[in-house]
């Protein structure tokens, strides 16, 4: 049985580098969510998806983040132009549909220097 | 925007002894839940509530729903090392599927 994962752990970039991460749900999960949590403050939604489609988004994602989940399956978030303020805890959860039990991977700690 | 309150921001107690914590908002929640994170790692869930009143445990975790269903308790009895992490509780609303999060309380626990 396996959780949620996340790739990479870790990444360090320079500022105005393009990043990108990727999410594992849980199989069978059919929504997965992003969050952001910066040190010293609970997690920010940032994004969901239902199978394929994004149904939600964030004021906090900006048009420098976009994320996909292609197959309904594993998902990506990637982030252009790369800015100081971008570093921060990156955190997938997935769920079945109709249940609020997220259940969290271990997060992409990004550092923009 | 709605925010989740929870204080105080870090607790400090003897291994063995009960500790409370709690959370309140503004706004009525539908569901609470608790999660714990450990330093480098992801939010674990511990326990989720559904119904105002409701009282659910796991393990050495008791949590409640507040009737007002703007506030959450978590109770933790007989604390061992352990239980050091940081203690959120979120919330969902109407029909949003997103949580929204607390803060967190960072519990230390003394052997």
């Known amino acids: 049985d396996t959780g949620v994962s996340q790739n990479p752990r870790h990444k360090i970039t320079k500022r105005g580098q393009n990043v990108t991460f990727r999410c594992d749900p849980i199989?069978?999960?059919?929504?997965l969510y992003w969050y952001r949590q910066t040190l010293g403050q609970g997690p920010e939604f940032l994004t969901y998806f239902q199978n394929e489609a994004q149904l939600e988004k964030s004021r906090l994602l900006s048009d420098r983040f976009s994320a996909e989940r292609p197959k309904g399956s594993f998902s990506t978030l990637e982030i252009q132009r790369t800015e100081q303020g971008d570093s921060a805890m990156y955190l997938c959860?997935?769920?079945?549909?109709?249940?609020?039990?997220?259940?969290f991977g271990p997060g992409t700690r990004l550092t923009v220097t | 925007g709605q925010q989740l309150n929870q204080s105080p921001q870090s607790m400090f107690i003897q291994e063995g002894e009960d500790v409370s914590m709690n959370c309140t908002s503004s706004?009525?929640?539908?569901?609470w839940l608790w999660y714990k994170q450990d330093p480098g790692e992801g939010p674990v869930l511990l326990i989720a509530?559904?119904?105002?009143?409701e009282l659910t445990s796991n393990g050495r975790l008791t949590a409640q729903f507040g009737i007002t269903r703007k506030d959450s308790f978590l109770n933790i009895s007989a604390s061992i090392p352990s239980d050091v992490g940081i203690y959120f509780c979120a919330g969902r609303s109407g029909a949003n599927s997103k949580l929204t999060f607390g803060k967190g309380i960072t519990l230390s626990v003394r052997p």
């Open positions: 509530l559904y119904k105002a009143g």
């Open positions: 199989s069978e999960h059919n929504r």
């Open positions: 706004s009525i929640f539908n569901t």
């Open positions: 959860a997935s769920s079945y549909a109709g249940t609020t039990e997220q259940y």
